[in-house]
T-cell receptor, first 113, second 116 residues
Framework: QQQVKQSPQSLIVQKGGISIINCAYE??????FPWYQQFPGKGPALLIA?????SEKKEGRFTISFNKSAKQFSLHIMDSQPGDSATYFC????????????FGTGTQLKVEL | DGGITQSPKYLFRKEGQNVTLSCEQN?????MYWYRQDPGQGLRLIYY???????QKGDIAEGYSVSREKKESFPLTVTSAQKNPTAFYLC???????????????FGDGTRLSIL
């Protein structure tokens, strides 16, 4: 009930291409879905987040698509750049109980020139 | 600058030894969290605290202990009971009081703990 499944585990994209990372969840009580970006040796940094009352949220080159009926959400990185090479984590939390985050297992993205 | 400071960046533990990881924040955040990160497993919650002098176990609390005597500090002790302590430990904090909507967790840059 608390699991968040993330795929793919790793991804190689050409510069200028679109990177797509997918997540699926089981707990219908989740109501907050953030994406974090992590560089080696650093802590995760919030990239973008969405609530289930909207189907899409865009911030610059980053877009979250959310499908409530399928219990899936995805991150799209448009015009991918070498500087986007990092590990990306999806997560989910619900109100109450400390708003604890349940994380996916991460996707290692490499953007090649 | 406001932020979350974790120290030390690298820590080595001998067998049977307890070690304490420091986490300090000057963001005036109410809640603080400790996660453990292992390769291929994402982040797993160890302990969290929403107010001073109160904390709750997360998913993998066995072998760990915490205290929350001050709002800005949330140290984590890795005890000798934790048989596989080698990992990257991350501290996070979040605003609760006065927040509008769901506030995100902000992370420090972690402490890497290794066994000698």
């Amino acid at each position: 009930q608390q699991q968040v499944k993330q795929s793919p585990q790793s991804l190689i994209v050409q510069k200028g291409g679109i990177s797509i990372i997918n997540c699926a969840y089981e707990n219908t009580a989740f109501d907050y879905f953030p994406w974090y970006q992590q560089f080696p040796g650093k802590g995760p940094a919030l990239l973008i987040a969405i609530r289930p009352d909207v189907s899409e949220k865009k911030e610059g080159r980053f877009t979250i698509s959310f499908n409530k009926s399928a219990k899936q959400f995805s991150l799209h990185i448009m015009d991918s750049q070498p500087g986007d090479s990092a590990t990306y984590f999806c997560a989910a939390s619900r109100k109450g109980g400390g708003n604890k985050l349940t994380f996916g297992t991460g996707t290692q993205l490499k953007v090649e020139l | 600058d406001g932020g979350i400071t974790q120290s030390p960046k690298y820590l080595f533990r001998k067998e049977g030894q307890n070690v304490t990881l420091s986490c300090e924040q000057n963001l005036n955040h109410d809640a603080m969290y400790w996660y453990r990160q292992d390769p291929g497993q994402g982040l797993r919650l160890i302990y969290y605290s929403q107010i001073v002098n109160d904390f709750q176990k997360g998913d993998i609390a066995e072998g760990y202990s915490v205290s929350r005597e001050k709002k800005e500090s949330f140290p984590l002790t890795v005890t000798s009971a934790q048989k596989n302590p080698t990992a990257f430990y991350l501290c996070a904090s979040r605003l609760i009081v006065g927040a509008r909507g769901n506030q995100p967790q902000h992370f420090g840059d972690g402490t890497r703990l290794s066994i000698l």
